[in-house]
């Protein structure tokens, strides 16, 4: 397994597991006490560890979110919480998270340490919303909160490396996702408006982005050996499977 195929089989687990503590109903009934919309607390427990920004730089960041729906979810938390208040609120719930269910998972320690390795030797160059997340205390060291803030790191570092692979194919984010398998139903769901071009044209021209996000995602997995990057992609896999049964 390549660091190229290591990253790429990883992000599919990545999205899985980071969305099963998203979709958690204890996260989401605990999100609620802040007292911002479903989609305010998206935007602002992702963004908010970049600090107290505009929200062109949050657009900016994030990439795949409509403008205007980005603007609505960070003035919509500025009228009651400070966004780095949310995205610290948001951290202590991932621990909180990772310690109930990753703490205890088998190897739970080597999950960790080899996630740590490829988190730590990441280049945040142009990546500023994966580098203000590193950046940010982790308030729990025990393993599976620990864990829990790796995978989450690893899938930032993901979607950041895909907004700079869509730009250099010369795709703005809604093209890349109207070409994606969710296609209209996707744009709708990060608050574009239509009308929305063609996807005919596009398609390939995604699949080109997809190669380059997986080189630029591999460079990070090329701290591990090949055992251990099949190690990885092993221990996520079998973590999925504990959590979705």
């Known amino acids: ?14 999205a899985k597991l980071i969305g099963a503590f998203a979709e958690s109903p204890r996260t ?9 919309s479903g989609w305010a607390y998206h935007v602002s427990a992702r963004a908010g560890a970049l600090g107290d920004v505009r ?32 995205a610290t609120w948001h951290l202590h719930e991932l621990c909180r998270w990772g310690a109930e269910e990753l703490g205890e998972f088998p ?8 996630s740590r390795r490829v988190v730590s030797a990441v280049d945040a160059a142009g990546l500023p919303l994966f580098a203000a997340w590193r950046a940010m205390p982790v308030p729990d060291s025990t393993p599976g909160a620990l864990a829990a803030v790796q995978l989450h790191l690893l899938h930032e570092h993901r ?3 895909q907004v700079v692979a869509i730009r250099a194919s010369g795709l703005t984010p809604l093209e890349a996702i109207i070409a994606g398998p969710e296609g209209e139903t996707g744009a709708v769901a990060f608050g574009w408006q239509p009308p929305y071009p063609p996807a005919g044209p596009i398609v390939r021209r995604l699949m080109w982005a ?3 996000a ?15 990057r099949v190690e990885l992609n092993g221990l996520m896999e079998s973590l999925v499977s504990s959590l979705t049964r």
């Not at 397994?1 to 290591?6: F, H, L, R, S, V």
């Not at 929200?55 to 919509?76: L, N, R, Y």
């Open 28 to 36: 989401l009934r605990r999100a609620r006490l802040l007292g911002l």
């Open 55 to 86: 929200p062109e730089t949050v657009t900016a960041a994030i990439g795949f979110i409509a403008p205007e729906a980005v603007t609505d979810g960070w003035e919509a938390t500025a009228k009651t919480s400070e966004p780095m208040e949310v």
């Open 214 to 228: 997986d080189a630029l995602a591999g460079q990070a997995y090329g701290s591990l050996n090949r055992e251990e």
């Open 1 to 14: 397994m390549t660091p190229e195929q290591a990253a790429a089989k990883a992000r599919p687990g990545l």
């Open 210 to 212: 997809e190669s380059v």
């Open 159 to 161: 979607m950041g490396i």
């Open 107 to 114: 190897r739970v320690a080597r999950l960790l340490e080899l």
